[in-house]
């Protein structure tokens, strides 16, 4: 599986943008960018995925470099509840393996009032 | 709509002991998976089913096995506990291919 970096931890005011950044430098062609989020004592939670093109949806924006060696998650408002660990994953499209996910250790967001 | 749901959410075993833990989705996903969580680490599969009745290793089977009689349940067994296999371990499920997955609250283990 392709590698991903993350910072280990980033901090924000609550109510402002939010960019957290993943290189992957390793991706291949068909690797997919997933971004879950671990909110204390919860299971991940799916936040949102893209293949080239930025995508939007109502709990993030993904920036996607146009070499697809990095991207960013983008959160447009960060609130109290977006306090978690945020797992930046490469994932094959391979479905006679399941395509499993394989986790970092993340970026831990720490929001502040 | 449940989601994944997790059965027992709090277990302690005493070495050597035996149990099942239970992974149920009513979403009708063709995908299930076993992880496990340890402290200060990313999630790591244990085990992994395409489908009603196939099972696949992950990266850390040893010690564990599972059984998916029913597509909506994916059963994760561990014949003789150690304490090593203390730690929190999540569900997930997922549709097919291109879908995001569906993670289970989790259930905390712990071996003594």
């Known amino acids: 599986d392709a590698k991903t970096t993350q910072p280990n931890s980033m901090e924000s005011n609550e109510e402002e943008p939010v960019h957290l950044p993943c290189n992957h430098s390793?991706?291949?062609?068909?690797?997919?960018i997933h971004w879950y989020r671990q909110l204390p004592s919860q299971g991940p939670e799916y936040v949102i995925h893209g293949l080239t093109s930025n995508v939007n949806n109502r709990m993030a924006s993904l920036a996607i470099a146009e070499d697809r060696k990095s991207s960013t998650l983008i959160l447009h408002r960060a609130t109290l509840r977006d306090a978690a660990v945020y797992y930046c994953?490469?994932?094959?499209?391979?479905?006679?393996?399941?395509?499993?996910?394989?986790f970092g250790t993340g970026t831990r967001l720490q929001v502040t009032l | 709509n449940a989601g994944v749901t997790q059965t027992p959410k709090f277990r302690v075993l005493k070495t050597g002991q035996s149990m099942t833990l239970l992974c149920a989705q009513d979403m009708n996903h063709e995908y299930m998976y076993w992880y496990r969580q340890d402290p200060g680490m990313g999630l790591r599969l244990i085990h992994y089913s395409v489908g009603e009745g196939t099972t696949a290793k992950g990266e850390v089977p040893d010690g564990y096995n599972v059984s998916r009689l029913k597509k909506q349940n994916f059963l994760l067994g561990l014949e003789s506990a150690a304490p090593s296999q203390t730690s929190v371990y999540f569900c997930?499920?997922?549709?097919?291919?291109?879908?995001?997955?569906?993670f289970g609250s989790g259930t905390r283990l712990t071996v003594v």
């Open positions: 390793t991706i291949s062609g068909t690797d997919y």
């Open positions: 997930a499920s997922r549709k097919r291919a291109n879908y995001g997955y569906t």
């Open positions: 994953i490469l994932r094959a499209p391979n479905p006679g393996t399941a395509s499993k996910l394989t």
